[in-house]
């Protein structure tokens, strides 16, 4: 049973064409690789889950990215607020880990506090891999966000990277919270000591000699 209102998570599913942004999206809502459909950036599919013991609303956005543009306008101020991006790559393609550098530096400019996510699709074609593990993992360490290597024909790992990019959405929450509460507790012991000092200088004043 799922509370009414859970709380939702905007994925953005990023890359250059061919990268498949839609079989990726599709392993995760229907458990099945669909092929023979090409998206627009226009389309968006969400899925109510569990994620560790968690209602979860997600919803997934394929975004065809051409240069610096991303076009995210139908999902309106909320998803531009700071969504999770998922930029993926081909591990068959050279061309395509390449174009990530440029729609990561866009991503950062247009949602500066949005967790990013670097994957590789295409696991399941090792015999044409053009872009090695390492190679992936270094890049995300300079970015100093998570990596995955992922197969959407097999179902391989997807969901789990999905799953991570929410369990890091919701840790990043829990840390503001909390530093947004001992901000809050350090006013309050500031303006007790500034309350402090004030009765103070208001009882010498009234010594009577």
Known sequence: MFPRDPREYYLLVAGCKA??????????????????????????TRKLCTIDNEAALLYLHPVSIDGMIVSTDILGQQIRKGPSVLILYSLTSRASFDDTTNIHS??????????IMLVGTKSDLECERQVSREEGEAVARSWKCGFAEVSSKDGVNVEET???????????????????MEGIERSKSEVEKISKKSKTARKRKCIIM
Do not use: L
């Open 19 to 44: 990268v498949g942004r839609r079989a990726f999206i599709d392993q995760i809502i229907f458990g099945v690789f669909i092929t023979g459909y090409d998206p627009t950036g226009e389309d968006h």
């Open 106 to 115: 866009c991503c950062c400019q247009m949602w500066p506090r949005s967790v």
């Open 162 to 180: 999905v799953y991570d990019a929410v369990r890091i959405i919701r840790k990043r929450h829990t840390e503001e919270v909390v530093s947004n």
